[in-house]
């Protein structure tokens, strides 16, 4: 994803705002994956070995969904 996407975007943008827009993908990317891992690190420190530690961070990803 993070090699094809960009070139996709890239290709479908226009052509003003290309350089924008897929630095706008990556810039979204990181931000996502920093959120991601910092929640994964709370729950590890703060939840005790159960099966609530990966349904956490699996229902933290479902909140977008009930906004689209």
């Known amino acids: 994803m ?6 996709y975007v890239a290709e479908n943008a226009p052509t003003k705002a290309r ?3 897929t630095g706008l993908f990556r810039e979204l990317l990181v931000i996502g994956q920093t959120i991601a891992y910092w929640l994964g690190y ?3 420190k703060t939840i005790h070995k159960s ?8 229902g933290v ?5 009930a906004f689209s």
């Open 2 to 7: 993070s090699a094809i996407t960009p070139a």
């Open 61 to 65: 990803q479902m909140i977008p969904l």
């Open 19 to 21: 350089g924008r827009i």
């Open 51 to 58: 099966t609530r530690r990966w349904k956490i961070p699996f």
């Open 42 to 44: 709370g729950v590890a």
